[in-house]
């Protein structure tokens, strides 16, 4: 029941919408298959996919790299890991808004990072005004926002790992790279699938850091899918355009979770 409120009815309502012209009422006016031809045809869609797929590749690269380093550090059994992670965990208990607005702080045009580097004479560089560079800094503002939910499973993992069995592998004259090859990474297999497969899900669905930072800009640089999606329907009033790129969105999702569980059964 409770599944039925929450997931199938929103997605039955967007996919209905999705067939129909929708006035700012609400009024609902059949359309046939015209939003999903718009969308073929739409080259701010077609942005927002190429802008998506580098911040959803880069993201999610960055996000596990970062946390996979994290986990590695946090297990080995030295002093002050308790501190490092509350450190790390910060992140996870600040809102979007909060995040946006530090990072707009740091890569502005007149930033700190830009006066950190301009202290040593090298010309500003505009982090976030550029097109050619505006989805990077999001990208980097996203790994340091994520990468420790990606260092909790992770550390999960390894804790998993009985100390037995580094062990009796040192004791038949195992190093510490065949160690980590042929133990530690086999027995993570379902916990990085875990994390890929939730951070890609959370990071394509995500535009709140951006919409703080950029609302998109500029000229469209940053505007992912989701943020797409929320400027037709809540800034445009297009409904049923704006359901229609949410249905391509769920379908993403859909193939995602599909083809990380295949990853996982091999």
Known sequence: MIYTVIVVI?????????????????HATFAGFYNYVQLARD?????????????VGGSVAGQFLFGFLMALLLNERVRGTEVFRTAFMITMALSDAVVGYAWYI?????????????????????????PSLAIAGMTVANIWFGGAFAMIILETGLKSISSDV??????????????????????????VATCLTTITILTFNYFGLIL??????????????PLYMWNLAFEFGDFGYGSAVGVFAILVNIVAISLYRLLLRR
């Open 166 to 191: 580094y062990e009796a592998a040192s004791v038949d004259g195992a190093s510490r790279v065949q160690r980590f090859r042929s133990i530690t990474l086999p027995i993570l297999k379902p916990f």
């Open 106 to 130: 740091i890569l502005n045009d007149r930033g700190i990072l830009n006066d950190m580097i301009g202290a040593v004479n090298i010309q500003p560089v505009s982090w976030i005004s550029s």
């Open 10 to 26: 929103p997605v039955g309502w967007a996919i209905y919408l999705s067939f129909n012209h929708v006035s700012l009422n609400l």
């Open 43 to 55: 080259p701010l869609f077609s942005n927002a996919l190429r802008a998506s797929a580098i911040f």
């Open 212 to 225: 703080v930072m950029t609302r998109g800009g500029p000229l469209h640089a940053t505007e992912v899918v």
